[in-house]
């Protein structure tokens, strides 16, 4: 209960820590998965003109998109000027002024759309190994879950300090797999891990000594010798069936199974030199761009240059940004929000009482009763907003006929009526 409560008063820290603060008010928990909310159903020009929480942000912080753009004002300048023209008489007689470097529009178009398939691969494996990580990521947290809820009905309540001290390390273990992502963990973290009570001083001077690799697997094996000890309790005195405790055991499997297929995506980016080249092809591009753009009297040109290259290099800074999901980029996951809730659940899941667990569930066996199929005629999703629920009309005449009085006569067999030609919206008025 002490553990549950620091965890409560002091959330994990976290760049996302601001969004909790919904906690202190009492209100609900929010379905957060990282990144900005948006609306997908906005207006076109509602969408393009937003500058904050979008790449293009990325983009002209950047000295190389200004070079390109400071570049093409220049292949302009001279263009206009003349610098950059020659005249040659064509076939028919007449004049025809090139760019003295010209570059057909159409061989530009093989450069642009080979480019272009590079980004987009690029773009697509970054896109699918940050899925990856984030359903890998959460199914850590959610094994977690399952672990602690089986570890409880298994041992029953009275080997309860078995759970907590299996769940503690276990909990110990996911926090050090996060601090210990890029780095060593820092002081200021070992210091919170001891201050939250997820490991104890003699335990920290044991994992000290390791290798940071090594940490997390200690830990995870503590949490399955204590979860053996408890079971083979359980198993003498409260007849607790032997083989369950291959189910519990397995779930730590999988538990260490994720947090190694996360360190294993990580560990393997896409090569070095793919990237080089993809790189290398985006500045050729955008260069060819800068000057064929450049040589011609329209001002249209520059606007189309300017958004083209903003679009093509922003591309590679949300491909990048999508390669690393630990860290404090927009579109990073909020490890630390994930974190607090995750603790608060876990507390929840290990020390909340039933309801009626005080004598066995007797007393709610001996009261409980069938649900009423006939109920079931009643749409209880009057106010959901789901795309088949009644129109506000039809709610406020359920509501009227939900007196005691009224369902009554409205369930009896015969006024009801269960003929199955009757569609759904019939009965509903009815």
């Known amino acids: 209960p002490a553990l549950a409560q620091d965890a409560a008063c002091n959330p994990v820290p976290c760049q996302h820590s601001s969004r909790w603060a919904h906690r202190a008010r009492g209100e609900a928990m929010p379905n957060y998965s990282g990144g900005f909310h948006y609306d997908p159903k906005a207006g076109y020009l509602c969408t393009c003109l937003r500058y904050r929480h979008t790449v293009i942000e990325h983009v002209f912080g950047r000295v190389t998109f200004w070079i390109f753009v400071v570049m093409h004002l220049l292949v302009k300048a001279a263009y206009v000027q003349g610098y950059l023209t020659t005249g040659k008489v064509n076939q028919s007689g007449d004049l025809e002024i090139k760019p003295m470097l010209y570059v057909n529009w159409s061989e530009m178009g093989i450069v642009s759309a080979i480019t272009t398939f590079f980004e987009v691969f690029y773009t697509n494996e970054c896109f699918k190994r940050y899925t990856h990580l984030y359903d890998t990521t959460r199914d850590i947290l959610g094994v977690s879950y399952e672990y602690v809820m089986e570890m409880r009905l298994v041992l029953g309540p009275d080997n309860h300090n078995y759970v907590r001290l299996?769940?503690?390390?276990?909990?110990?273990?996911?926090?050090?797999?996060?601090?210990?992502?890029?780095?060593?963990?820092?002081?200021?973290?070992?210091?919170?891990?001891?201050?939250?009570?997820?490991?104890?001083?003699?335990?920290?001077?044991?994992?000290?000594?390791?290798?940071?690799?090594?940490?997390?697997?200690?830990?995870?094996?503590?949490?399955?010798?204590?979860?053996?000890?408890?079971?083979?309790?359980?198993?003498?005195?409260?007849?607790?069936?032997?083989?369950?405790?291959?189910?519990?055991?397995?779930?730590?499997?999988?538990?260490?199974?994720?947090?190694?297929?996360?360190?294993?995506?990580?560990?393997?980016?896409?090569?070095?030199?793919?990237?080089?080249?993809?790189?290398?092809?985006?500045?050729?591009?955008?260069?060819?761009?800068?000057?064929?753009?450049?040589?011609?009297?329209?001002?249209?040109?520059?606007?189309?240059?300017?958004?083209?290259?903003?679009?093509?290099?922003?591309?590679?800074?949300?491909?990048?940004?999508?390669?690393?999901?630990?860290?404090?980029?927009?579109?990073?996951?909020?490890?630390?929000?994930?974190?607090?809730?995750?603790?608060?659940?876990?507390?929840?899941?290990?020390?909340?009482?039933?309801?009626?667990?005080?004598?066995?569930?007797?007393?709610?066996?001996?009261?409980?009763?069938?649900?009423?199929?006939?109920?079931?005629?009643?749409?209880i999703f009057t106010d959901c907003g789901f795309a088949d629920s009644p129109s506000r009309k039809n709610n406020r005449a359920l509501r009227a006929l939900s007196s005691d009085e009224e369902i009554a006569l409205k369930l009896d067999d015969g006024a009801w009526g269960s003929s199955s030609d009757e569609d759904s919206e019939s009965r509903t008025r009815r």
């Open 166 to 379: 299996a769940a503690r390390y276990l909990m110990a273990a996911v926090m050090l797999f996060f601090y210990e992502m890029d780095d060593e963990a820092t002081d200021t973290e070992w210091a919170q891990l001891l201050r939250v009570g997820l490991i104890k001083p003699r335990e920290q001077d044991v994992l000290m000594h390791l290798a940071r690799a090594e940490r997390t697997m200690i830990l995870v094996e503590w949490s399955g010798a204590v979860i053996c000890l408890g079971h083979e309790k359980a198993v003498k005195n409260n007849k607790c069936p032997p083989n369950l405790r291959k189910s519990l055991l397995d779930k730590l499997w999988k538990f260490r199974h994720l947090q190694q297929v996360v360190k294993d995506v990580e560990g393997l980016p896409v090569p070095f030199q793919y990237f080089h080249l993809l790189k290398m092809m985006i500045v050729v591009n955008v260069a060819l761009w800068a000057y064929n753009f450049g040589c011609s009297n329209s001002i249209l040109y520059t606007v189309i240059f300017f958004f083209t290259s903003a679009i093509f290099m922003g591309m590679m800074e949300l491909a990048s940004d999508l390669s690393d999901p630990f860290g404090d980029d927009e579109v990073d996951f909020p490890v630390g929000s994930w974190l607090t809730a995750w603790m608060t659940m876990m507390m929840t899941l290990m020390e909340t009482k039933f309801p009626g667990g005080e004598d066995n569930w007797e007393a709610l066996l001996a009261s409980e009763t069938g649900i009423d199929r006939n109920l079931i005629g009643i749409d």
